[in-house]
């Protein structure tokens, strides 16, 4: 494997890391609060479908992407509604939210299945560090979108760990109780932050569509969503680690082509379910390093609706 | 001691307030005013209604009916956010504090007073700011998990405190306590109330209330049955107000054993080494024996390792390390705990005790559905397994003898008079008992004790793990002290000094006398 060849690989892994990344940290602030949206991979594809279509209609990425933001917001919006407000489940609610975005943008996106995007996100190529040996292929030929992904775990960092309003947050997720009694609005919040979470995820799948695959397609992020999920819990709700997560994961979907390419003579097929069984070996391996060390790191109120006293 | 309060005090009058939750009548409309300076003591049984009529003041309950006046102003709350705003401030048993942040954290959530950006330091020297003001010491960078109760308590009330609270509510503060803690905290009450704040004391214990209190309310049954000043009442008076029927059940001398009529060893924990659901260190080796004929009451804080402990000798949970045998048989599982005679009162008796959706009859045979009296394979013989329901709710003066009954419709007391039945009838030779008589009235609760005791004549092997010291000390002929997952002391029940006993609970080492 020449070098020219490795740098391209790294780069096609940051590329197609892109949309789990933003979306797994908009999932980390909602957990963050203690909810988690299970619903992630629906909102992705609502976004995906938005983001396509307005691409398709203005003939610009950007308002496809912020079409697609908008879109998972709103569909966000309706689980925080059910879920934050109504206090239901958040697992039956998530289940049924997917299937519902799944049957919903397979019909209204089926005359725009196989057509090829014509707002690509093009690369934008950094100056002077885009020329650099090796470095400047694998990291600085990306589009801007993913630039910024980059950043986002450092915002959400920032945000939770040196700011007032971030104490305040983590004091949800951790004991509603001890925010709600210092008059921070639990619910207000929650609700919020799922909005933000799905404003992120509907980026991240407009991404999917205008960004990576170019086109559209019923069920286009296959799976992206969930692995985003399941980053958050491997990131042990470390800013950071979700950085760590979505290249991990980037790379293994590109192995596939890598295997390809090189003649490893393994299936392709074989390749393309590596993500997946990652995660579940991932999920396995920190399960086992914490009872090891005796930490529990997930918000203490995930997952659990809020009841006042 | 520093000024707690920055102006003048601040009563708070409660007029006419009802609670009613569904058909039951909490709270049921009464006068009641708190003044300044005073530490004012509302006494009364579990489920007189103390709790939620605080609840009510502090915000987080909204009356039926009734007003709430502060420092003169009729106010309404939605939130306690809402009461905290007008100087009333609530600390609960169970503390709303964030275990994984630091006490500095913990003192800054919702805080207004600090820069939207934030630093360990400046948290740090804010919240050892507020404990000078207040007079409460705390190390502000430590992690609340890490505190002992007490601790706690005292970021609970720093917290309350610094949001501007100048009449603060305590729910029974000394529950959690050890007897050392609970002094402490008496003194800072009384140093705060001097200083002019308005203190109310939530307790159902006599003693501890005429210690520390200027006045003193009693409820009985959501109802203000007295008020009166310290002075002039004594705990005669105050029992008698608090319980309508006193003197049937309340100090009832405990039926003689002498150590010498103590049997052989039937219940034998060895070496119990064990971790908690989080997989920290629970137990550290912990070694006891039972004997036939023998009370032997297990105290400490919670979390020492009870819970841990109680569920390995139940069989439901699995040791690192040790064994648990009775009369010389391994027990590994629930299976084994049953075969060997083993009978488990659970704490939380309608959670893991009884199948509350349930009828009376088939939560009577929980535990025995195996056996011939009442299955046959894998069917239930529905009319004997309802005789043997009814046998047992005669045996322990159940207030209905229908048992199809649903488990969810019985008191308190009656839950537990049916699982204590349960779990000493049969073929037992040991029992587990884990806080027996919490939340019963006094009645209910001098029954069940009236059971342990009599499973101890007829030959069993009691375990009783308690928080209740008095109780302990009333049923036991030997107590045993756990702390931190070891047994740091062990007395006789006849001749236990309390006060080592309380040091030991706080983890202080036994005297070394020379």
């Avoid at chain 1, 042990?236 to 596939?256: R, T």
């Avoid at chain 2, 709303?96 to 820069?115: H, K, M, P």
Wanted: with cysteine; hydrophobic share 45%.
């Amino acid at each position: 494997m020449d070098y020219q060849f490795l740098a391209l690989t790294i780069a096609t892994a940051i590329g197609l890391s892109t949309a789990i990344l933003i979306a797994a940290t908009g999932e980390l602030l909602v957990e963050k609060v203690g909810v988690y949206n299970i619903a992630l991979e629906g909102v992705m594809l609502v976004g995906a479908l938005t983001g396509f279509i307005m691409g398709q209609t203005t003939g610009s990425w950007v308002l496809g992407l912020i079409a697609g933001g908008v879109a998972g917001c709103a569909f966000a919006i309706v689980f925080g509604l059910i879920t934050v407000v109504l206090r239901t489940d958040m697992i039956v609610v998530g289940v049924a939210l997917i299937l519902v975005a799944l049957g919903t943008t397979q019909t209204i996106g089926a005359s725009y299945v196989s057509v090829e995007a014509i707002a690509k996100i093009p690369n934008a190529e950094i100056p002077i560090l885009s020329t650099l040996p090796f470095i400047g292929t694998a990291l600085f030929q990306q589009t801007w979108v993913t630039y910024i992904a980059m950043g986002l775990p450092f915002v959400a960092a920032f945000i939770l760990f040196r700011t007032r309003h971030g104490l305040n947050m983590r004091a949800i997720g951790e004991n509603p109780n001890a925010a709600d009694t210092a008059g921070i609005s639990v619910v207000g919040w929650r609700l919020f932050y799922v909005a933000v979470g799905g404003l992120l995820a509907g980026v991240g799948g407009a991404y999917i569509t205008l960004g990576i695959v170019d086109s559209w397609a019923g069920n286009v992020t296959a799976g992206q969503g969930w692995i985003a999920f399941a980053i958050v819990f491997f990131a042990g709700w470390q800013p950071l680690w979700i950085l760590v997560g979505a290249y991990f994961f980037g790379a293994l979907s590109v192995l596939g082509d890598v295997g390809q390419i090189m003649g490893w003579g393994v299936p392709s097929e074989a390749f393309t379910v590596l993500p997946y069984v990652g995660t579940v070996a991932v999920m396995m391996l920190r399960a086992w390093s914490q009872k090891r060390k005796g930490a529990v790191s997930w918000p203490a109120s995930l997952g659990l609706p809020f009841y006042r006293g | 001691m520093a000024v707690v309060t920055d102006g003048g005090g601040v009563s708070l009058e409660l007029t006419g307030i009802v609670k009613r939750f569904g058909d039951l009548t909490a709270v049921s409309g009464f006068d009641i005013s708190f003044a300044p300076g005073q530490v004012h003591a509302l006494l009364g049984e579990n489920g007189a209604g103390k709790s939620t009529l605080m609840n009510v003041a502090a915000g987080f309950l909204t009356p039926d009916v009734g007003e709430i006046v502060v420092g003169g102003q009729q106010v309404l709350f939605g939130s306690p956010k809402d009461a905290i705003d007008a100087g009333i401030g609530m600390v609960h048993q169970h503390f709303s504090l964030v275990e994984q942040f630091t006490v500095a954290q913990n003192l800054a959530i919702g805080a207004r007073d600090i820069g939207k950006l934030i630093s360990s330091k400046e948290l740090n020297t804010r919240a050892a700011d507020i404990g000078e003001k207040y007079g409460l010491g705390v190390n502000p960078s430590k992690v609340v998990g890490s505190l002992s109760v007490g601790e706690k308590q005292r970021v609970e009330i720093l917290r309350t405190l610094s949001r501007g609270a100048k009449v603060l509510i305590l729910d029974e503060p000394t529950a959690v306590l050890t007897p050392e803690e609970s002094e402490q905290l008496c003194l800072n009450l009384r140093a705060m109330a001097e200083a002019g704040a308005t203190i109310i004391f939530i307790s159902h214990k006599l003693n501890e209330v005429l210690s520390v209190a200027d006045h003193v309310s009693v409820m009985r049954g959501g109802v203000l049955v007295d008020s009166l000043e310290r002075s002039r009442c004594d705990l005669e008076s105050l029992a008698k107000s608090m319980f309508e029927d006193f003197g049937t059940s309340a100090e009832k001398p405990r039926s003689s054993s002498s150590a010498s009529s103590v049997g052989e060893e039937v219940l034998a924990v060895r070496g119990i080494r064990a971790r908690d659901d989080r997989g920290a260190v629970a137990l550290k080796g912990l070694s006891l024996n039972v004997h036939a004929r023998e009370i032997v009451g297990l105290v400490g804080v919670a979390g020492n390792g009870q819970q841990e402990l109680e569920q390995i000798v139940a069989g439901i949970r699995k040791p690192d390390d040790g064994t648990v045998s009775i009369h010389g048989t391994q027990v590994d599982n629930v299976q084994d705990a049953l075969k060997a005679g083993l009978g488990y009162i659970p704490e939380d008796r309608r959670g893991t005790g009884l199948v509350p959706a349930q009828p009376i009859w088939l939560n009577s045979i929980l535990r025995i559905y195996k056996k011939d009296l009442v299955s046959k394979g894998l069917i239930i013989k529905t009319r004997k397994a309802k005789e043997y329901a009814r046998d047992l709710a005669e045996l322990v003066n159940l207030s209905t003898n229908d048992v199809t009954t649903l488990v969810q419709h019985l008191s308190g007391g009656n839950a537990q008079k049916l699982l204590a039945g349960r779990e000493l009838s049969g073929d037992k030779s040991a029992v587990v008992a884990v806080n027996p008589t919490q939340g019963l009235d006094v009645k209910a609760a001098a029954a069940v004790r009236e059971r342990l005791l009599q499973a101890r004549d007829d030959g069993l092997a009691v375990l009783l793990i308690s928080a209740d010291l008095d109780e302990v000390v009333l049923l036991s002929d030997r107590i045993v002290v756990l702390y931190e997952g070891s047994v740091v002391g062990e007395f006789e029940g006849q001749h236990a000094d309390l006060d080592e006993i309380g040091r030991l609970m706080g983890g202080e080492s036994r005297d070394e006398r020379p």
